[in-house]
């Protein structure tokens, strides 16, 4: 069956310091989307992509980046790890078009200390 | 900006009990509406897509509503099960937005007890 990998599944990291967490979609899927899940702020989204080359930032992307080389992966880098960006992350992907379902990958918890 | 809004928070129920999941969203320019389950350590698994222009979606126990003019979505649990106990999140796909953008609600905790 088609899925969305994310690794690691839990991190711990340092202020400062620079982070990749990893996505990886076997569905063939267009875009590929990261969010962060916070408590009191529900799912916002961090960046995406619509294919290969392309990336948008979305409404909390300051301190993040990513790339899209291939269409099975999207990396999300924190350039320098704050804690305010403790949160558990998620990718996301869908085929594209207007009502296409989206799928989720199952996350990765990241602590920043 | 469109806000999603989802009543109660949480929510305890007997199991076989019917039950309703609300969504309320500001904005009724929207492409469609999604009702996602959320297990404890896990992503969301997406249970139920509404399109604009539908009323409603049904999937085995659950059957969800979408009026567009009044802003609102329920999610009706028939028969409740220990099994469905998770967190419900709806999202909306604001019109104008590309890919498949999504504003989501904070969610409804629910439990069914044995």
């Known amino acids: 069956d088609a899925e969305i990998t994310q690794s690691p599944r839990h991190k711990i990291t340092e202020t400062g310091r620079q982070v990749t967490l990893a996505c990886h979609q076997t569905?063939?899927?267009?875009?590929m989307f990261w969010y962060r899940q916070d408590l009191g702020h529900g799912l916002r989204l961090i960046h995406y992509?619509?294919?290969?080359?392309?990336?948008n930032k979305g409404e909390v992307s300051d301190g993040y980046s990513v790339s899209r080389s291939n269409t099975e992966d999207l990396p999300l880098t924190l350039e320098s790890a704050a804690s305010s960006q403790t949160s558990v992350y998620f990718c996301?992907?869908?085929?594209?078009?207007?009502?296409?379902?989206?799928?989720f990958g199952n996350g990765t918890r990241l602590t920043v200390t | 900006k469109q806000e999603v809004t989802q009543i109660p928070a949480a929510l305890s129920v007997p199991e076989g009990e019917n039950l309703v999941l609300n969504c309320s969203f500001t904005?009724?320019?929207?492409?469609?509406l999604q009702w996602f389950r959320q297990d404890p350590g896990k992503g969301l698994t997406s249970l139920l897509l509404i399109q604009s222009s539908q009323r409603e979606q049904t999937s085995g126990r659950l059957n969800a509503s979408l009026d567009k003019s009044s802003g609102r979505s329920t999610l009706y649990i028939a028969a409740s099960q220990p099994g469905d106990s998770a967190t419900y999140l709806c999202a909306v796909r604001p019109r104008g937005t590309s890919g498949s953008r999504l504003t989501f609600g904070e969610g409804t905790q629910l439990t069914v007890n044995p």
């Open positions: 569905w063939n899927h267009n875009n």
């Open positions: 992509s619509y294919g290969v080359q392309d990336t």
């Open positions: 904005d009724s320019a929207i492409y469609n």
């Open positions: 996301a992907s869908s085929l594209g078009g207007a009502n296409s379902p989206l799928h």
